[in-house]
């Protein structure tokens, strides 16, 4: 099956500087990839996702890239704000699979 | 679109009783999946339905665990004889047809079994 790794598991930014998240997915079949935000005791809120026939999606302060030969995408963050610490989820779903297989998670946190 | 609502938020038990967990999805999704998160790690997937049919079960659904959508709208999850082991987070996500790898989740129901 799909297996994610995410990279780093803690990433501590400046209010106001970029984070970046990576993960790589080992299925060369993967063809749609969500990123999740996850705060203390709630569910997964789905931030931004991107499928294989596209290499970049953006969506205000938050983009995703994605490169299929490496087999690995990124979450950019831009701009960051206190409110943007959480837990972030990357995820891959093969074709013709419904199941989402996700990452470990990255904690992100903003110092204000 | 209330979003993808969970009951019991949460929930206490002794190890061997039984629990059910309920899932309203998003209506008109006709997707709907369990998935369990342990501490630290991401969701696992366990089951998902089409409507009311169940079309896949992952090895993690042991035969303790049962998940039904009777009419296609909300879902069960039920847990026999639990165990300190399901301790965990279970989560329901909804999805629609025509974008159906887009999945939806609930707050999820956090289950502690002593």
Known sequence: GENVEQHPSTLSVQEGDSAVIKCTYSDSASNYFPWYKQELGKGPQLIIDIRSNVGEKKDQRIAVTLNKTAKHFSLHITETQPEDSAVYFCAANSYGNNRLAFGKGNQVVVIP | ?114
């Open chain 2, 1 to 114: 679109d209330t979003g993808v609502s969970q009951n019991p938020r949460h929930k206490i038990t002794k190890r061997g009783q039984n629990v059910t967990f309920r899932c309203d999805p998003i209506s008109e999704h006709n997707r709907l999946y369990w998935y369990r998160q342990t501490l630290g790690q991401g969701p696992e997937f366990l089951t998902y339905f089409q409507n009311e049919a169940q079309l896949e079960k992952s090895r993690l659904l042991s035969d303790r665990f049962s998940a039904e959508r009777p009419k296609g709208s909300f879902s069960t999850l039920e847990i026999q004889r639990t165990e300190q082991g399901d301790s965990a987070m279970y989560l329901c996500a909804s999805s629609y047809q025509g974008s159906e790898e887009t999945q939806y989740f609930g707050p999820g129901t956090r289950l502690l079994v002593l």
